[in-house]
Every structure is written in structure tokens, then in C-alpha cells.
């Protein structure tokens, strides 16, 4: 035990050198998130969350990282970078799961076009043969995306452009849709993809992540075949870019700027998703943005009631299609739109957890079983109540760490956890928007924020001695 906190004591040393050695920036897009795993005869293992940054690591930093790692750790002969697992990984089907694993919005999620178009489909599994992720979710589609007032712009913007003939005067272009995690984004984005499968064959669509672009895009180099890469876009007619803010790096957003303008220009649709507004893509650069700013720009917005309501009864449809024992009364349901006030993702998790409740349990489920399933879920329903006052303090006190720590940019885990944890609890406690819990957090950025609090809620996932303590701290924080 004792040995295990020195290494891990060691690491952070380690990890200060290279933000020192790298500079703030570089050190941010390639080692924030990486982790140490284990170290031990003569082997360094460390984890970062994706692929990419797994090959990044491996071709540009391996031997610094060494040096930098010797330095403060001793001797080693080896360093091994893995792809740390994220929940919902183990329900893929088989044939996907041979690759290392990162949950199915950070994939690929499809080339989505016919047998008819084989020179695309030729140039896209070149550039994916290693690698390919996740197929597109066939029940994602317009069919069963509920519209309501806060995403019927983002819906009709999207149905527009889907169902456009091929060679019409293009309306918006590029289309950007922004919205916070979960609020249908990837969902649209599907559906569009769908839409034009079923109704314009002839269109050709490429539907891929920011991570995935740089993925191929490193691929190609390696394999000294960006001719190939770039050829893939010229092929295309509609483009579709999930999660543009993980977009890093100068040489891939010339890449993703050069391929991004030769179809616009070229009056060819591009579509771009991202969790905040281009004016707020502080990594990429202004003249990108401003392209970007040039099409329609919509975002998402929570759904309200009403249309909490009407998720809830499409996806508890859905379910009892699959499987008619999952009876969920009406009753419950309005109880979850009522109790659930988040994203479209939360709904869907409350009902699941209900629904597994229900399964496991064999117990029908009444009002007061939903209650009990989801008390340590969300927030208490007065959340203008709670201060992020208070939840510093709570957390601090729990994890005996100083308000000053909690708020100072030291990075030793006995810090960042809580610190995460603080910041989870912030944004689910509290209606405080992710810059503002930034600020209050000692200054941070929303995507330092956003990142935590997205960080805590897979491993929760995974992780019930971590599920158990944050439920005991929102019912700490609850009671003031
Ligand atoms: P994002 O990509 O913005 O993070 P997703 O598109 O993955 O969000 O949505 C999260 C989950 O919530 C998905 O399962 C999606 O089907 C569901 N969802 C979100 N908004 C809606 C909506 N308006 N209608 C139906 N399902 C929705
Ligand atoms: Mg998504």
C-alpha cells in the first residue's frame, strides 16, 4: 500500500515535469487525461480514455515520457499505453467488441451509404480497416425523435437539409448544432443519415466523429496514404461530424478545414455537431469559426415537461416492443418527467434503472419504488436551494481537503477527485451553467468542468463503491 502511494506520488511528479517540459497546452490535449495503471517489473502502464490518444501518445511522446518517467520512478524497459474501458462497452455485440472500447458516441458510428456507391465505401474501410467503430443506431431515427419547443429549430433544420433533392440550392450550409451532452445531438445527427438513406440513395453520406477523422487522418499517415484520405471527401455529398470540440491539434484542423472547405465550397452539405456554440471552440482556430458561424447556427435546449413526458412514453414503448413483462404504470412515468429535469440521456437512465429494478426484483413497480430508485439519482427538486458554497464544503470535509486545494490548480489525484466530484455535484445540484461552476471552482474552464462531470458519471457506471459515496454526499448536501 504504502509502495503503491509512492509510486503514485512519483507519477505526479512525473506529470508535473511534462506539463513543464510541454507547456500548459500541449500538456492538456495529450496527458491531462492520461492515468498510471501500474508499474512493475521494468513495465510502465498507463491509461488515457481513446484510441486517438493512445496513438498519439505511442508516435509523438513515448521516448519523453520515458526519459520524464525514468527521471522519477528509476529504471524501466517498457511503457504500455491501454485505452481505459468506459461502461457500455461489454453490451456491444461481439463483432465490435474486439477493439479496446470507447462508448459508442466517440466512434464511428457508420459510412452510411449503399452497396451502389463501392469507390466510397472502398476509401472509407481503407481508412478504417484497423479500427471501425460502432454501426449507426437504427433506432435513432426522425421517426423517433419527440420534437418540442426546445428542439424543434434543430429538428426542422435538420429535416430540411436531410430531405433537400441532391443538387438543390442548399439553404443552410454548413449546418451547427450545439447542445449539452445528451440532448439528442448524435440522436439528429442519425436520423439525418437515415432519412437520406431511405429517401436519396443516390446521396452519399459520411457520418464520423471528430475523433474518428483524426484517427483516420493519423492512420493515413502512417500508412503514407493521405492521397486516400483526402480522396474520401471528394466522394461525398453530405458530411456529418459528431462531436466537433474533441477536434485537436494545428495539422488536423488544417486537415479538417481543407476537406471542410472543398465541399462547402462546392456546394456540398456539411453537417457539424458540438457541445457548445463556435464563438466557444476556444481550441480552434477564429478563421475556422467564423466558417462555421457562416451556415445556420441552432442549439438544443433541456426539454421541458411536456416533451420529458413524451420521451419517456416513446422510450417506455420501445421497451415494452422488446420485451412486454417491462410495465411501467403512467402514474411512474409522470412522476420521472417530473422528477428527472435533465437530458433526454437522464430520462432514458431513470427509466433503464427502473425498468432493471423492476426485472431483477420481479416487484411491479409502484410510485414508491421509482422513488426509492431514483432518490440517489438526481437532484432534489428545489435546486436553487443549494449553493456550490455548500458543496465545497461538504466534499471538502469528506475528503479532508482544504477549500484552498479544492480550488488551487494542484493536480495530485487526492485533489482532482474530489474536486470532480465537487463539480459533478455542482451541475447536478445546482441550475449553475458549466462556465459558471468553472469560475467557481478557482477559475476553470467549462470544459474542464464538463469533462469532470462527465469523467464521474461513467464511473459511477462502473464503479459502486464511487456510485455509493456520491449518493451519500448529495444526500449530505440535500440536508445542508
Ligand atoms: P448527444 O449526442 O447530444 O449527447 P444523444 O443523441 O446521444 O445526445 O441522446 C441521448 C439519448 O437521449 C439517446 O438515446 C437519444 O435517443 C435520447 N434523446 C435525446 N433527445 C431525444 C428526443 N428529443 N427524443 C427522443 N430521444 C431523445
Ligand atoms: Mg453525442
Redesign the pocket.
Known amino acids: 500500500m504504502t509502495v503503491l502511494t509512492d509510486v503514485k506520488t512519483r507519477w505526479d511528479r512525473v506529470a508535473q515535469r511534462l506539463r513543464a517540459e510541454l507547456g500548459e497546452d500541449l500538456y492538456t490535449s495529450w496527458f491531462a487525461r492520461m492515468e498510471l495503471e501500474d508499474f512493475e517489473s521494468g513495465r510502465l502502464v498507463v491509461s488515457v480514455p481513446t484510441r486517438f490518444l493512445k496513438s498519439w501518445i505511442e508516435t509523438h511522446y513515448v521516448s519523453k515520457l520515458h526519459k520524464i518517467g525514468e527521471a522519477e520512478l528509476g529504471a524501466f524497459d517498457s511503457i504500455h499505453v491501454r485505452v481505459r474501458m468506459r461502461a457500455g462497452v461489454a453490451q456491444r455485440p461481439a463483432a465490435e467488441a474486439g477493439q479496446n472500447g470507447h462508448a459508442s458516441?466517440n466512434g464511428v458510428h457508420a459510412v452510411a451509404q449503399s452497396h451502389q456507391q463501392p469507390s466510397v465505401i472502398a476509401a472509407a474501410q481503407a481508412a478504417t480497416t484497423v479500427d471501425r467503430g460502432p454501426q449507426l443506431d437504427p433506432?435513432?431515427t426522425f421517426g423517433?425523435?419527440?420534437?418540442?419547443s426546445s428542439?424543434q429549430l434543430a429538428h426542422a433544420a435538420m429535416c430540411r437539409v436531410a430531405d433537400a433533392a441532391p443538387g438543390a440550392a442548399i439553404s443552410f450550409n454548413p449546418l451547427f448544432i450545439h447542445?449539452?451532452?445528451?440532448?439528442?445531438?448524435?440522436?439528429?445527427l442519425s436520423a439525418v443519415a437515415h432519412r437520406i438513406r431511405e429517401r436519396h440513395p443516390e446521396r452519399r453520406v459520411m457520418f464520423l466523429t471528430a475523433e474518428r477523422f483524426m484517427i483516420n487522418f493519423v492512420m493515413a499517415l502512417r500508412q503514407r496514404d493521405t492521397l486516400a484520405f483526402k480522396d474520401q471527401f471528394a466522394a461525398i455529398d453530405v458530411l456529418l461530424i459528431?462531436d466537433f470540440q474533441f477536434l485537436q491539434g494545428k495539422t488536423m484542423q488544417q486537415e479538417f478545414c481543407n476537406a471542410f472547405n472543398s465541399l462547402v465550397d462546392s456546394r456540398r452539405q456539411v453537417i457539424v455537431?458540438a457541445d457548445v456554440p463556435p464563438s466557444q471552440l476556444d481550441a480552434i482556430d477564429q478563421r475556422m469559426r467564423s466558417r462555421l458561424m457562416g451556415g445556420l447556427v441552432v442549439d438544443?435546449e433541456l426539454?421541458d415537461l411536456d416533451?420529458r413526458r413524451r420521451?419517456l412514453k416513446?422510450?417506455h414503448e420501445t421497451m415494452l416492443k422488446r420485451d412486454p413483462s417491462v410495465l411501467i404504470p403512467d402514474d411512474v412515468l409522470e412522476f420521472i418527467a417530473n422528477r428527472v429535469t435533465g437530458?433526454?440521456?437522464e430520462?432514458?437512465g431513470a427509466l433503464n434503472r427502473i425498468a432493471a429494478y423492476q426485472q431483477f426484483n420481479q416487484a411491479a413497480v409502484t410510485l414508491d419504488l421509482a422513488s426509492l430508485v431514483l432518490r440517489d439519482m438526481q437532484a432534489n427538486p428545489d435546486g436553487s436551494r443549494i449553493k456550490i458554497d455548500d458543496i465545497l464544503k461538504i466534499v471538502g470535509r469528506h475528503f479532508n481537503v482544504g477549500r484552498t486545494d479544492l480550488l488551487s490548480p494542484r493536480r495530485a489525484r487526492s485533489v482532482v477527485v474530489p474536486r470532480q466530484i465537487g463539480m459533478y455535484l455542482a451541475k447536478k445540484m445546482t441550475a449553475r451553467s458549466l462556465p459558471e461552476i468553472g469560475r467557481r471552482f478557482g477559475g476553470r474552464d467549462h470544459s474542464t468542468v464538463l469533462h469532470a462531470v462527465r469523467k464521474i458519471e461513467d464511473q459511477i457506471k462502473t464503479d459502486d463503491k464511487l456510485a455509493r459515496e456520491v449518493a451519500l454526499l448529495i444526500r449530505l448536501v440535500e440536508q445542508g
Do not use: C, M, W, Y
Open positions: 458516441h433506432n435513432q423517433t425523435f419527440v420534437v418540442g428542439n447542445a449539452g451532452s445528451g440532448l439528442g445531438k448524435t440522436h439528429l459528431d455537431a438544443i426539454p416533451t420521451i416513446s422510450r437530458t433526454g440521456r430520462l432514458e
